[in-house]
């Protein structure tokens, strides 16, 4: 019951997301449309994988995605491709590529759902710290290109724009890093404690 | 195993999806596509009547000159201004070398609504421009602009001050009224240079053709 209301919030969502109103809102600002509206579509494909039952261990699927490799892969080309200029200008220009963009998008949340919980801390560490290490620098190349590097957008919103995408890569990185801490593997990690690592995840999932 | 074959086939289609939408790790920004993709094959440019400053069309293309076209409107305060100085530069340039009956300049705005002949022949004194070398032009029917437009690659963009912003640079459109090459705006020199390259060329084609 609880996954089909998840799964009616996260349709309700898409749909928003879709409306041409909302899609202008977010598109009209570069800073809008890359750290608000596509988090949300990813955020909205996360939650549409979870109102499917969630990640379920005995899936026959896991056989091609060990420890999440092939859906961490999937969710960082996807989300890292829509950082690159020419994209964000094919998706506000063209309405194939817009569609490209949902699709992609939500694929990569729902490949984050299923795939994060079967990565152990190591995986999660190499796909993460790549992750946000490239983003801060896209976000640093923002701020220091001397042009303009999207057709559709003013350059003032170039630099807001990768600034606050140094932000969200910073954010990113100390969130799993508080969540490596909570969740009491850094002591497992340091040693402290004999449990192994990652088992407080399969406990409470 | 099968881990292994489903990440190598994430990773070629994701590696295969950046190729293809950068050519080939060529372009990642749309001004650098619409320059690579013109340089590449040239774009004929449709047939689109344009008033000059007297009120007479002007053609895109000369027969017998390389035309260096820009992008401008005549409330422009920031790049047209800088491009106006580049083509000034252009223009004096031009001139000192007597290469006048080889290169001309002109000008289109992108606000036709506003730049009428009069409003342009105004702009044009206030550059110093020669009408021998530089013109000024405006479409006759304003509805043709996205035509005018995606025909060079140009988006132009409100900046939120009343004012337009768009991708400024000097297009390069030979005799036959090709879009063939898109130069830097902060190198005039160079786009002159890629115009009498053209000319010689066109001159050696023609002379051996004589002959």
């Not at chain 1, 608000?36 to 056989?63: D, N």
């Not at chain 2, 080939?24 to 590449?40: K, P």
């Not at chain 2, 340039?93 to 609504?113: K, M, T, W």
């Amino acid at each position: 019951m609880k996954n089909r209301r998840g799964a009616l919030i996260a349709l309700g969502l898409l749909l928003f997301l879709a409306m041409p109103v909302v899609r202008g809102w977010f598109e009209s600002h570069m800073t809008r449309h890359m750290l608000v509206q596509l988090p949300l579509i990813t955020a909205t494909g996360w939650l549409l994988a979870g109102g499917r039952g969630g990640p379920a261990r005995a899936s026959p699927l896991h056989a091609w995605n060990a420890y999440g490799l092939t859906g961490l892969l999937l969710g960082v080309l996807a989300t890292s491709f829509w950082m690159i200029p020419r994209a964000i200008d094919a998706a506000r220009l063209l309405p194939w590529a817009e569609a490209a963009k949902f699709g992609s998008l939500l694929a990569a949340g729902a490949a984050f759902r299923y795939s994060w919980p079967l990565a152990g801390r190591i995986v999660q560490a190499f796909f993460l710290g790549n992750w946000c290490w490239m983003a801060a620098v896209v976000g640093l190349l923002y701020q220091d290109a001397p042009t303009r590097l999207c057709a559709v957008y003013l350059a003032d919103e170039q630099i807001n724009a990768g600034f606050w995408l140094v932000v969200a890569a910073l954010l990113a990185f100390l969130a799993w890093c508080f969540d490596l801490w909570w969740s009491g593997d850094l002591r497992r990690l340091l040693g402290d404690d004999p449990v192994p690592m990652g088992a407080a995840d399969h406990v409470k999932s | 195993m099968r881990t292994l074959l489903a990440v190598l086939c994430v990773a070629l289609a994701g590696g295969s999806a950046l190729v293809l939408t950068t050519d080939g790790l060529r372009a990642f920004t749309s001004e650098d596509a619409r320059r690579l993709e013109v340089s590449e094959a040239p774009v004929q440019l449709s047939v689109l009547e344009v008033l000059g400053t007297d009120g007479r069309p002007v053609s895109l293309s000369d027969p017998d000159r390389v035309t260096l076209l820009d992008f401008v409107y005549t409330r422009c305060e920031t790049v047209c201004r800088a491009l106006g100085s580049e083509f000034q530069q252009l223009q004096t340039e031009i001139r000192a070398r007597g290469l006048q009956d080889r290169v001309r300049l002109l000008s289109i705005s992108f606000d036709p609504e506003h730049d009428t002949p009069a409003e342009l022949a105004a702009y044009a004194r206030h550059q110093r421009a020669d009408g021998a070398v530089w013109q000024f032009a405006a479409l006759a029917n304003s509805a043709e602009l996205p035509k005018l437009l995606s025909n060079f690659g140009i988006v132009v963009i409100p900046d939120g001050l009343g004012g337009f912003e768009h991708n400024a640079a000097i297009h390069v459109v030979d005799q036959r009224g090709r879009l063939v090459r898109i130069m830097d705006l902060a190198n005039p020199a160079a786009a002159l240079a890629e115009a009498l390259a053209r000319i010689e060329a066109d001159n050696a084609t023609k002379a051996r053709a004589g002959s």
